[in-house]
């Protein structure tokens, strides 16, 4: 055989083994996740966040032929509220106490368990029952935050800890429930616990160390220890008495959205401490039941919105935001839509916050 037979044969293995391997799931990935119909690679599909598949196998002509392919017990007879992620034909969920599994999406055998050992009298602190609402991937690594407040890195093929970060005080009542979201290298993760005195902020990690890149409190804390940022200093005005004593809440547990072409960060934040609005003494009680865009570098407040001022019925601005360019007016804007709680619909200009538009969807009375 001549070498340049030779070089062609390893040239076609070569080739042929690089074509069927599984693509990184890098940034352009998760950019294109709309066009990738064969997986499910965010917790809301694509950044977007409409969570809509393009598939057409199933219609109003095969619905009939439906059948069962394949099941799998969970270890588990808790609450389960995880969207799983699929990827390259693995499928990745979680269950009650923060334990994940990926599965082979064709079969339902199981790859790897991974189970983060969550203290059970943990169950204490959390409102609503034990349960994780899915994970994230990115690079090879698959991201979970536990009911006890830590961010966990897993290799993704072996479920194999490669870091774990402690994203909140264990020594307070403050739970993860939410799945993380990736933002261009960057693990984002909120948490909750407003209803049992803790402060609410949400947090950015280097998805490849695992090291905090910043931290945005969503309430502002003790005066005396002085304010984070310039927009805390101005929400603290509209608090009233010792607020900080039991924390403030407007815990981001769910609700969170990256634009990758504005590089803004938007999340939703949960209802006051104290809860009525009454032992506040007044106030609106910034940033609590608003809508909040944050730069992806910093974490510095671009927007805010407050759905529900001075909140008195745990009307959480964490419901899904879904993200979409519509023509309003005659003009494309770019705009974030979330069905709130408090029973509207709001649409705003996503790069400025402006609203452009609200209405009731149910009746309301408050």
Not at 30 to 42: F, I
Not at 141 to 154: E, H, P
Request: glycine share 10%; hydrophobic share 35%; net charge neutral.
């Amino acid at each position: 055989m001549s070498k340049a037979s030779a070089w062609a044969i390893l040239l076609s293995v070569f080739l042929s083994v690089s074509c069927n391997r599984p693509q990184t799931l890098d940034e352009s990935r998760l950019r294109g996740a709309a066009q990738d119909s064969a997986n499910w690679l965010m917790y809301g599909r694509t950044y977007d966040d409409h969570r809509f598949s393009p598939l057409s196998q199933i219609n109003e002509q095969t619905v009939a032929k439906l059948g069962l392919a394949w099941s799998r017990e969970l270890s588990t007879t808790r609450g389960l509220e995880a969207t799983p992620l699929v990827e390259d034909g693995v499928l990745y969920t979680t269950g009650s106490w923060s334990v994940v599994d990926a599965l082979d999406a064709k079969t339902g055998d199981v790859r790897w368990t991974y189970d983060p050992k969550v203290p059970r009298e943990r169950a204490y602190f959390i409102c609503c029952d034990v349960v994780n609402r899915g994970v994230a991937l990115y690079r090879g690594k698959v991201y979970l935050g536990t009911l006890d407040g830590r961010l966990i890195a897993l290799e993704e093929r072996s479920g194999t800890p490669v870091w774990s970060a402690a994203a909140s005080d264990s020594t307070k009542p403050y739970s993860i429930t939410s799945a993380p979201r990736i933002a261009k290298g960057l693990v984002i993760i909120g948490n909750a616990g407003a209803e049992y005195g803790v402060r609410g902020y949400i947090s950015a990690y280097d998805a490849e160390s695992g090291k905090l890149s910043w931290r945005c409190y969503t309430v502002p804390g003790d005066p005396a220890q002085g304010f984070e940022s310039k927009a805390l200093e101005d929400a603290a005005k509209t608090w009233t008495g010792e607020w900080w004593k039991v924390g403030g809440g407007g815990t981001p547990w769910e609700g969170i959205v990256y634009d990758p072409t504005l590089d803004l960060l938007y999340f939703g934040t949960g209802n006051p401490t104290a809860w009525y609005r009454a032992l506040r003494r007044g106030g609106d009680s910034l940033y609590t039941a608003s809508i909040l865009a944050v730069h992806r570098s910093n974490g510095q407040l671009a927007w805010y919105f407050q759905t529900t001022p001075g909140d008195n019925w745990d009307f959480d601005a964490t419901q899904p935001l879904m993200q979409a360019d519509l023509t309003l007016g005659g003009r494309l804007r770019k705009v974030i839509m979330q069905a709130n709680k408090n029973g509207f619909f709001y649409v705003f200009d996503r790069k400025t916050g402006k609203l452009l538009s609200v209405k009731d969807y149910v009746y309301v009375n408050w």
